[in-house]
């Protein structure tokens, strides 16, 4: 049990820090900032291309040089201090060259602190729930406290602090760095036979149904970015009338749900109906949710639909990166989340922010100074429902569940 509660006192802190700042970033940048959708789709898309360049390297130093804990220590202490820096920002160009810094230390603990804890869990299928379960609940308690602090600062007109999210996930950052030092001693694996690492986890590409998981994994990535991006501004504008105080109070509705998702159904579901009905239910999940929100109407059922993302993403999502650490060979299981990381939140999650802030603009009236008027909401998200359901159909079609990865006919 120590064991385990300091595996989700680390998920906790991980995600506690992406939450503080990312479901609130862009309508501060929008609204406060002034900035149009396709910079604020560049903004977003700096974490997935980091996600793209550095989790390999962060996977790579995990598996043959040093232990799990001390490279997530030492890039969340330097993540840090980047994120207070970047919280004082007001220049476009100053905030996207700073915030790729920062991306590229955070990028690499998203694939490491999920193979820290696989490696010391006996049964992933039921356990790693009940782990990841605390970084839902630090995305939740970084909502709260930025939706508190925010409520006292309106009152209090000298609290207010214009880039609080950052400033927040900064200070996380430090305590998540300082943490990890105390987290199980995970080395790497040295009489591995490869000294690269990554070159065995895209080895795993060979396999038919690994190469189709991957494929439909990338897509459906993509369409999460319409979530993270847009749902901000979606439920600040007057369609929906959200003010901008209680956006990040509502929008834990979301994590709440992953929550008891997290914590009561994928521990029951995955062991009783397998890895294939799981994926698959998460990935019908999504359109649904799409759906309600281009009809954007009424406010509180849009709200409501916020819950959806608990089977979103957990059935997805937190389903695929078990099943990755069920097939991959032992000696390349870091790499191998690496290897999910670089498709889902890097490649995937780069080109649909981009596509994003596109789409946003695409279906806007933008101002003289390129500063966005209105948007046509209902427009903007009836992309991501055709993409979705390509999806499900690709995925109920295509995919054939495995229980463990063929080596020895990717060798071949």
Request: hydrophobic residues 55%.
């Amino acid at each position: 049990m120590g064991v385990r509660f300091r595996l989700g006192l680390m998920m906790f802190l991980q995600y506690a820090i992406w939450g503080a700042w990312y479901p609130v970033l862009s309508a501060y940048l929008q609204n406060t900032l002034g900035f149009n959708g396709t910079q604020v789709g560049v903004i977003y898309s700096l974490l997935p291309l980091a996600t793209i360049i550095s989790p390999f390297i962060g996977g790579q130093f995990a598996d043959r040089y040093f232990s799990t804990e001390k490279v997530i220590a030492f890039v969340q202490l330097l993540g840090g201090v980047f994120l207070i820096f970047v919280s004082r920002l007001t220049d476009y160009s100053a905030m996207v060259w700073l915030m790729f810094v920062y991306a590229l230390l955070y990028a690499p603990t998203l694939a490491l602190t999920n193979s820290l804890a696989f490696h010391h869990l006996s049964d992933t299928e039921k356990e790693f729930g009940w782990v990841r379960v605390g970084g839902t609940i630090g995305w939740i308690a970084a909502g709260l406290a930025l939706s508190g602090w925010r409520f006292l600062a309106h009152s209090v007109h000298s609290l207010t602090y214009q880039g609080d999210g950052l400033l927040l996930a900064g200070i996380l950052s430090l305590i998540m760095g300082l943490f990890a030092f105390s987290l199980p001693h995970t080395p790497p694996k040295k009489e591995a036979s490869n000294p690269l690492a990554f070159v065995e986890a895209f080895k795993m590409l060979k396999d038919k149904n690994f190469a189709i998981f991957i494929g439909i994994a990338f897509v459906v990535s993509t369409e999460l970015m319409f979530y993270y991006v847009l749902t901000g501004p979606f439920l600040v504008s007057d369609k929906i009338g959200v003010s901008s105080a209680s956006l990040s109070l509502v929008m834990t509705i979301a994590q709440v749900a992953e929550f008891f998702v997290m914590a009561l159904l994928l521990p029951y579901f995955l062991p009783k109906f397998g890895m294939r009905a799981t994926l698959a239910l998460g990935v019908l999940a999504w359109p649904i949710r799409y759906i309600i929100f281009a009809i954007g109407s009424p406010a509180w059922l849009v709200i409501a639909s916020l819950a959806l993302h608990g089977f979103c993403y957990v059935f997805f999502f937190t389903a695929s990166q078990i099943y990755v650490d069920t097939v991959a060979p032992k000696d390349i299981r870091a790499s191998a989340q690496s290897l999910i990381a670089f498709v889902t939140l890097g490649v995937g999650l780069y080109v649909g922010s981009i596509l994003a802030g596109w789409i946003q603009n695409v279906f806007s009236e933008m101002g003289p100074n390129g500063n966005i008027i209105s948007t046509n909401w209902t427009g903007v998200f009836l992309v991501p429902i055709a993409l979705t359901v390509f999806c499900a159909i690709a995925f109920l079609v295509f995919f054939k569940e495995q229980l463990s990865f063929d080596s020895e006919k990717a060798e071949a």
